[in-house]
Nanobody, 125 residues
Framework: QLQLVESGGGLVQPGGSLRLSCAAS????????IAWFRQAPGKEREGVSCISVGGGCSTFADSVKGRFTIARDSAKNTVTLEMNSLKPEDTGIYYCAATPLSLTNYCFRDRGDYWGQGTQVTVSS
């Protein structure tokens, strides 16, 4: 079955950086729009970022804009989320999600067809 696996989470201090990776098992991520979501206890799931098929277009939530970047690595069949200037409010479980699209200039942060198990990110001093 199609499967996504997130990795790279951990404990970092405020102001620090962390790089998350979304790896595919059984399919090629190049043909899917990829989104990153996060969820903290007591809060609704938030769409953090997404990247289009081909990687030519990306979007970010206002809460992370200017601090996070997203990129594809086709050779490794992964999508990475680089998080900088981390704040305690960034704490949560981070998930990646894949959606097949024929469009190459569009992505979305409100849904996904296939999901990973999540990786914990904790920002604390």
């Amino acid at each position: 079955q199609l499967q996504l696996v997130e990795s790279g989470g951990g404990l970092v201090q405020p102001g620090g950086s962390l790089r998350l990776s979304c790896a595919a098992s059984g399919f090629t991520l190049d043909n899917y729009a990829i989104a990153w979501f996060r969820q903290a206890p007591g809060k609704e799931r938030e769409g953090v970022s997404c990247i289009s098929v081909g990687g030519g277009c990306s979007t970010f939530a206002d809460s992370v804009k200017g601090r996070f970047t997203i990129a594809r690595d086709s050779a490794k069949n992964t999508v990475t989320l680089e998080m900088n200037s981390l704040k305690p409010e960034d704490t949560g479980i981070y998930y990646c999600a894949a959606t097949p699209l024929s469009l190459t200039n569009y992505c979305f942060r409100d849904r996904g067809d296939y999901w990973g198990q999540g990786t914990q990110v904790t920002v604390s001093s």
